[in-house]
């Protein structure tokens, strides 16, 4: 099946620095690759999503990007804010029944 | 609008008792998950339903076995708790396959002494 792995797993910012997290899969056949945020004591939550046609795809502060040769896409926050600190998730899938998650980062932003 | 409702959000379990955990949308989704949340290894898919009356196994569902008699539930049973089945266990739905959102619940943290 299809392995996700994610870098870094703990990432510290200052307020209003950048922060980008990577991912990469193995399985070619993965088309679509959301992204999903948790916020402590809750489910996650998808705050944005690339389909495997698409190079990049950018929604206000969060963009993501694909490469697709390479097998792997990032999320970046630009003006990161203190309710940006999460743990953030990136996932594949094949558009089969399964998403494959990667193994979270937990993003701390610093005021 | 409650979207994914999980029930319940803690419990404690001794070693071979049994317990259901259950799940209920309000979004008329057909797409219904079981997930597992462990340190360190990001969700992993238990079992999931493509629609009322259907189950499907996952990546991970040894120990556990689910039902969806009705559209809107989705029941994850588990017949004997071993301590290995601690976890925070996660609910999700979707209105078709996962390549469109899928919406989760607040989760369930279980712990099997």
């Known amino acids: 099946g299809e392995n996700v792995e994610q870098h870094p797993s703990t990432l510290s910012v200052q307020e209003g620095d950048s922060a980008v997290i990577k991912c990469t899969y193995s399985d070619s056949a993965s088309n679509y690759f959301p992204w999903y945020k948790q916020e402590l004591g809750k489910g996650p939550q998808l705050i944005i999503d690339?389909?495997?046609?698409?190079g990049e795809k950018k929604d206000q502060r969060i963009a993501v990007t694909l490469n697709k040769t390479a097998k792997h896409f990032s999320l970046h926050i630009t003006e990161t804010q203190p309710e940006d600190s999460a743990v953030y998730f990136c996932?594949?899938?094949?558009?089969?029944?399964?998403?494959?998650f990667g193994t979270g980062t937990r993003l701390t932003v610093i005021p | 609008n409650a979207g994914v409702t999980q029930t319940p959000k803690f419990r404690v379990l001794k070693t071979g008792q049994s317990m259901t955990l259950l799940c209920a949308q309000d979004m008329n989704h057909e797409y219904m998950y079981w997930y597992r949340q462990d340190p360190g290894m990001g969700l992993r898919l238990i079992h999931y339903s493509v629609g009322e009356g259907t189950t499907a196994k996952g990546e991970v569902p040894d120990g556990y076995n689910v039902s969806r008699l009705k559209k809107q539930n989705f029941l994850l049973g588990l017949e004997s708790a071993a301590p290995s089945q601690t976890s925070v266990y996660f609910c999700a739905s979707s209105g078709g396959r996962l390549n469109t959102e899928a919406f989760f619940g607040q989760g369930t943290r279980l712990t099997v002494v």
């Open positions: 690339i389909r495997s046609n698409v």
């Open positions: 996932a594949a899938s094949t558009a089969l029944d399964n998403l494959f």
